[in-house]
């Protein structure tokens, strides 16, 4: 089944540690995109990354950083940095080009202990 | 600043009726429009992608519209289910955007009463 995974589906991080989110696609897609999404606060932008090596800050990248060294692959740490890390997080892929679909994976959701 | 939003944030239906649920936007100059559905607790599946240059798109009981002048999206489900029952998302492109991100509403929370 072609599609986004992400793992783990729930996560819990001690004060001052950081911790990684996995997001994996097997849709060939060039385009990655990690969403948060806070509630009724709708989805906010962390990062993105239109092809391999290469990545750019979104709305709100304090606290956070990205590696895309695989097409597949855009894994996303949540660093010690971030002062309110508690929330769900959405990994998103899509094609290049300027009408195609977005699709997502099922979420992380990310508890401070 | 470009802004999307979707009002009401909650609404209650019996079973049967038609939805109609609203997205509107403050910049006109868009590639696209996506409707999306969120279960709780889960990830986002797209639901209707409308282009720039289309005024609906439609799949099965589900009909979009967009009016770029006005800066509006309607999403229409035909004859709802409590199956619909989930929380909907409209999100635009920006042709301005950078990477041809995403912009999202903040959601209507959708409950179909049987």
């Known amino acids: 089944d072609g599609g986004i995974t992400q793992s783990p589906k729930y996560l819990f991080r001690k004060e001052g540690q950081n911790v990684t989110l996995s997001c994996e696609q097997n849709l060939n897609h060039d385009a990655m995109y990690w969403y948060r999404q806070d509630p009724g606060q709708g989805l906010r932008l962390i990062y993105y990354?239109?092809?391999?090596?290469?990545?750019q800050k979104g709305d709100i990248a304090e606290g956070y950083s990205v590696s895309r060294e695989k097409k597949e692959s855009f894994p996303l740490t949540v660093t010690s940095a971030q002062k309110n890390p508690t929330a769900f997080y959405l990994c998103a892929s899509s094609s290049q080009g300027l009408n195609t679909e977005a699709f997502f994976g099922q979420g992380t959701r990310l508890t401070v202990v | 600043k470009q802004e999307v939003t979707q009002i009401p944030a909650a609404l209650s239906v019996p079973e049967g009726e038609n939805l109609v649920l609203n997205c509107s936007f403050t910049?006109?100059?868009?590639?696209?429009l996506q409707w999306f559905r969120q279960d709780p607790g889960k990830g986002l599946t797209s639901l209707l992608l409308?282009?720039?240059?289309?005024r609906e798109q439609t799949s099965g009981r589900l009909n979009a519209s967009l009016d770029k002048s006005s800066g509006r999206s309607t999403l229409y489900i035909a004859a709802s289910q409590p199956g619909d029952s989930a929380t909907y998302l409209c999100a635009v492109t920006w042709v301005k955007a950078a990477g041809n991100k995403l912009t999202f509403g903040g959601g209507t929370r959708v409950l179909v009463k049987p």
């Open positions: 990354s239109q092809i391999v090596n290469d990545f």
């Open positions: 910049d006109s100059a868009i590639y696209n």
């Open positions: 409308i282009q720039s240059s289309q």
